[in-house]
C-alpha cells in the first residue's frame, strides 16, 4: 500500500497526480475555469502551490492532463455503448452523436468549450493535436476492426480520418445549438457528408437501407 505524503499526497506519482486532479476538477466546477487558480487547487488538494507545479509544470498542462482523463473515461462507456452496432458506419455515426450528447454533459467538458473559453479549446485541444491523438486512441481499435471486414475507403490512414472526426466532434461540442442524440437529424447529418468520407460507398448504402 503506497504511504501518503505528508498524510496529503500518495507517494505513489500516478496517484498523486490524480488526487491533484480531483481537486483541480472540484475548483473549476466551484469557481469556473478562469477564475480558479493554481493556489485555490493547492489549498483544496491540502499542499503548497509548488507541489503543484511539481506534477504540472504550469496550468494548462493541469488541464490537458484532465481533459485527458475525463476524454478516457467517457471513452470507456463509449466503445462499451458501440460493441452492440454491427458496422463501422454504425459506430462512427452513433458513437459520436453519443460522445458530444455526453460531452456536452460532462461538467469539465462543458467548461472547456463554452464560448468564453473556446480560444483555450483551441489552444489546448486544437493546435497541440491533443484532440486528434485522443480521438485515434478511442477510435483506433474499431477501425482495425472496420479494416478487417473492408468497409474504410482505400488511400486513407487511421491518422488522417481520426483528425477529420476529431475536427467534427470538436464542431459539435462547441454548438449549443446541436441537440440529444434522440435528434434524428443529427444521424442524417453525419451518415450524408462525415460517413462518405471515411467508409466504402457499399458500408455507407447499406447503413442508409437501414435507417
Known amino acids: 500500500m503506497a504511504r501518503r505524503r ?26 469556473g475555469l478562469s477564475k480558479t487558480t493554481m493556489d485555490d487547487i493547492a489549498k483544496e488538494a ?29 471513452f470507456d462507456k463509449a466503445r462499451a455503448f458501440l460493441r452492440s452496432r454491427e458496422t463501422f458506419a454504425e459506430q462512427i455515426v452513433d458513437g459520436l ?31 497541440t493535436g491533443l484532440a486528434a491523438s485522443l480521438t485515434q486512441e478511442m477510435w483506433e481499435p474499431l477501425l482495425t476492426e472496420a479494416r478487417a471486414r473492408d468497409e474504410i475507403r482505400a488511400g486513407l490512414s487511421d ?24 435528434d434524428p437529424e443529427n444521424r442524417r447529418m453525419l451518415t450524408n457528408f462525415l460517413l462518405p468520407g471515411i467508409v466504402t460507398e457499399k458500408a455507407a448504402n447499406k447503413l442508409r437501407l437501414r435507417k
Open 97 to 127: 452523436v453519443f460522445l458530444v450528447d455526453r460531452g456536452r454533459h460532462d461538467p469539465i467538458i462543458r467548461l472547456i468549450v463554452s464560448p468564453e473559453h473556446m480560444d483555450l479549446a483551441t489552444a489546448l485541444v486544437g493546435s
Open 6 to 31: 505528508g498524510n496529503v499526497l500518495s507517494d505513489d506519482t500516478e496517484v498523486a497526480r490524480g488526487q491533484i486532479l480531483k481537486a483541480a476538477e472540484s475548483m473549476f466546477q466551484r469557481y
Open 46 to 74: 491540502g499542499v503548497s502551490r509548488p507541489t503543484v507545479y511539481r506534477y504540472f509544470g504550469d496550468r494548462d498542462t493541469l488541464i490537458t492532463a484532465l481533459i485527458e482523463v475525463r476524454s478516457r473515461r467517457l
Open 159 to 182: 491518422k488522417e480520418i481520426c483528425q477529420w472526426i476529431a475536427l467534427v466532434q470538436l464542431i459539435l461540442v462547441g454548438r449549443m445549438d446541436f441537440s440529444s442524440e434522440g
